[in-house]
């Protein structure tokens, strides 16, 4: 037991204490809570790598200075290919704490996410007040709207239909690509036997994280054209998900398969595939257009390589006269802390101004039409040029055609047939399985 | 003694104050905030002061001199944190596994065992995610097992430089997953001839070339095996120690009077220091089982999303934040929750048991 | 004799390999961490650097990490230090004052070590949300000792069952109370025990991602987050990532240094054993 002493000096020492700090507590001034959330803009984003992050800040900077009286907190959390983004979004758009804006691929994974669930609200009168809508090309805006009203303000535009190659490698092996692209796979695959008889690996592939589903998508759309991939994904969907067409299309991607390299799923993304190309391992690789920062900027981020000299661009074999996009976009939440930092941050992001800024960073084009090709790298100089001259088509594994359930459905079925090539009607069977899933398709 | 309340008044004055400085901190943090160094410590101090609180409650419990009621008033905070962060979250993680929740709007709806019986009879993936978890989790378990001991009987003779050797064991320990996955990913790449390197190359320049393998790129179901290998770098030191701890526990008269008594050293080990580290092979198969059973982030940074190297854990990860499809992930969770269960409890009831024929 | 040295000698052998293999990965992340980007290839992996030691990226990883590091210190230590306290308190009160169903109770306790936590990740954040202790350091130091009740609880209950009944009998004969036998006479000899779970709470926690993202806000991130943000973009600067872990690893090897003596010293005096 204490000692009486003991207890006696805790307890006076306790009174004082008990003195003290109820003179504390109400000498402390209620503190408005809300006073410094409502000058804090919350970003959210996966943008941390170099290129992305340099283009956010660009434009970061640009708001700084129209919108002094806010201050922008970056929030961008990597990893997973934008999983772990994604994830702690969820958790907090459940838990009733939204972001004032957040980084999310226009389109389908927008709308059948956010949309539906009733977290982002239209953007009709931003459009028309700011005139945006005149801004951006015709085929867009319908592929980022539910009912006629557009839900996101596109930022950039990249470009997934792009295959690079090695020149050297190319004359080595004696191929020449017609102009404008290989017209067919079939045409290919006869380039790449003359590739492969030279002793280089004909198509450079990376793991299964997004590669193979960004390889697929291109194999079925240079097969079945861009009016019959549109027809996959409309409801219901004009083109037969187990018709002859998606078959043609899975049997170009079992075999174009054959002729990548067997270290694929070993290589830790993208990159690697990419340097094979530049190495002079591999002869193609397809890959979307952030592709190009990396051959072509300097070291650290990139190889520093020679336009047209050390490596090329053509458009992938039968999507000549095809743009297949994917757009990052910002949306305007319900219930968050700061909706007026929220339209600033639009604002600018739809702006002239903040697209010149942010894209030739990221290696990407504006989605404004309006933009100063001169700012821009030559392969954008040209891809703006397309951009409002091609057929507009969406891309499946940057979430444009297919919502996210649909889309992880094709996923697994994808990866499962990566085990067995030969199993393509199983593969057809699943993949019609995951539209059913979605409910598309009846 | 029981229901004996000694009124001892410095200790009744104590309580009091306590209990009147936890309330009135408690009314005060509830009326304003609390700001220290500009971060808003209000919660948290509503929390230390509803402990104070307590702790002026637990002295007057304590003036009833009984010690299982003290004993139980003192444990209760830990077992209502335990009840609502680990029983309230689960029941909600089963409410939603019994629903059909999918997007990211909540949807309770009740559709029974649905998803899992869509997970058993039609899912290829999550017959792959099984396999594949047995496989790691025996592997990982019995080779942490055999190498922790294997590496404590060697530091157990006593070597120079025992301290740095252990160090190196104990090390990998302390690396996140992730950056070990990707290491090893680097280390166990299967690319062959010019492109040769990794371990691999190693192996080359020992011209040990017949040892040059795909290594987790293996056909199915082999593959898996491998990626046991850095998860058992990682956790065999951590196993060693437990066994060194062990070992070390037993007192050396043990060891003396059986060496008197004519054992060799192996027979020493064989058939008393075997057997007393029972225990301590149940402590460690319980940590290591249940890493094992929800491993995620190695998996993850090794196979960048080869399916044929799926597990629960990433299948679970995908369906719930890229799929949206969380009544799914919710049943995913369960089956590993129970099947962590399945793997411990037996254990823990022989254990409870031989603990009470004691 | 003879022999006494064969084996000795083979004792080393053995040993030394087994420290190579186990420094192997050790060595290629140092490599790598002193390489600048573009000489870092998977065909060039053993290669030492050609350019001397770039140094930059250990530079460019303190500087990305320093921001959060005081995030996580002050997140980790506190929790360390109090949830060992709790699994100490907890511990001795299971084992040595046992009640009808303590055993029960202890076992649903350490049940809550098995949960998933990506299961119970969003009505976490949806409580912490509640009782506005999301998005700061204090939150997270809250969740990480009640997650850590179970195996707090579990290695001091069993190191407690250790420690035989007689040392308390004796305090008992003295008219010790309960509290007193646990400030006078296990405490004091807790302090193996002690280090043990501080070095596994400390290591845990200071590794955690998951908590650590989804309950924390941007100003606050501890440096796992920070971490994983160099590791997973577009384009991974992979140089820079192996010279950020290395940094990241420092805190846990000097915790295992300073406590690693207690630590066997504790696992000796039976706090793992069943």
Known sequence: MMSKKLSFSLFSLLLVAVMILSACGTAATPVPATKAASSQVEIFSWWVGPGEADGLAAMIKIFDAKYPQYTIVNAAVAGGAGTNAKAVLATRLQAGDPPDSWQAHAGQETIANYVTAGQVKPLDDFYNSTGFASVLPKTLIPLISKDGHPYSVPVNIHRSNVMWYNPKVLSAAGVTIPTGGFASWTDFFAACDKIKAAGKTCLSLGPEGFTAMHLFENVMIGTIGADKWTGLWTTPPTTDWTGADVQAGIANYAQVLTYTNSDASTLSDWQPASKMVADGDAAFNIMGDWAYGYFANAAPNGLALTPHTDFDWTPTPGTQGIFVFLSDSFVLPVGNKNPDGTMAWLTVAASKEGQEAFNPLKGSICARTDCDPSKFSEYSQDAMKDWTSETVVGSLTHGVVAAPAWQTKIDTALKLFLTDTSKTADFQTALAAACKSDGTCK | ?358 | MRRHVILRVLLYVILIALAMIYLLPVYLMLLTGFKPFNQVDLKTMWDLPTTGLYIQNFIAGFNQLSPNLMNSLTMVIPEAILSSLLGSINGYLLSKWKFRGSDLVFSLVLFGMFIPYQSILIPLVKFMFTIKLYGDIPGLVFVHIIYGIPITTLIFRNYYAGIGTEVLEAGRIDGASLTGLYRWIIFPLSAPSFAVVIIWQFTQAWNEFLFAAVLTNQSHWPVTVALNNLAGSQLVQWNVLMAATLLAALPTLLVYLFLGRYFLRGLMAGALKG
């Open chain 2, 1 to 358: 003694m029981r229901h004996k309340f000694q009124l001892n008044l410095p200790q009744l004055i104590l309580a009091v104050a306590i209990i009147v400085l936890g309330f009135s901190t408690m009314y005060t943090l509830t009326k304003t905030q609390l700001t220290v160094f500009g971060n808003d410590f209000t919660s948290i101090g509503l929390l230390i002061s509803g402990l104070i609180f307590y702790v002026g409650i637990l002295i007057i419990v304590a003036m009833y001199q009984d010690e299982t009621v003290l004993s139980i008033a003192i444990l209760i905070p830990s077992l209502v944190a335990v009840a609502i962060f680990v029983y309230g979250f689960i029941l909600w993680s089963l409410r939603v596994s019994l629903s059909a929740w999918q997007g990211l709007r909540p949807d309770y709806t009740f559709v029974g065992l649905k998803q899992y019986i869509e997970l058993f009879s039609n899912d290829l993936r999550f017959n792959i995610d099984i396999r594949n978890t047995v496989m790691f989790t025996v592997l990982f378990i019995l080779a942490c097992l055999v190498l922790g001991l294997g590496l404590a009987i060697l530091l157990e003779q006593r070597p120079k430089g025992e301290n740095i050797f252990r160090g190196i064991f104990l090390f990998p320990m302390s690396i996140s997953f992730i950056a070990s996955g990707v290491v090893w990913g680097w280390l166990m790449n299967p690319a062959t001839g010019a492109r040769l390197t990794g371990i691999n190359l190693i192996f080359h320049f020992l011209h040990l070339d017949f040892l040059i393998g795909k290594w987790f790129t293996t056909a199915m179901p082999w593959g898996m095996a491998y990626t046991v290998i850095p998860a058992v770098w990682q956790l065999s030191g951590f196993t060693m120690a437990l066994y060194l701890g062990g070992i070390r526990s037993i007192p050396e008269e043990v060891r003396e009077a059986a060496r008197v008594d004519g054992a060799s050293e192996f027979q020493i080990y064989r058939y008393i220091i075997m057997p007393m580290l029972q225990p301590v092979t149940l402590s460690a198969v319980i940590i290591l089982g249940h890493m094992s059973l929800k491993i995620f982030d190695l998996i993850v940074a090794l196979g960048k999303g080869d399916i044929r190297l799926d597990v629960p854990g990433i299948y679970m990860w995908t369906t719930t934040f890229s799929g949206n499809n969380y009544a799914q992930g919710a049943a995913i969770g369960m089956l590993m929750l129970i099947s962590v269960a399945v793997l411990v409890v037996p254990y823990l009831i022989q254990n409870m048991r031989s603990e009470t024929k004691l």
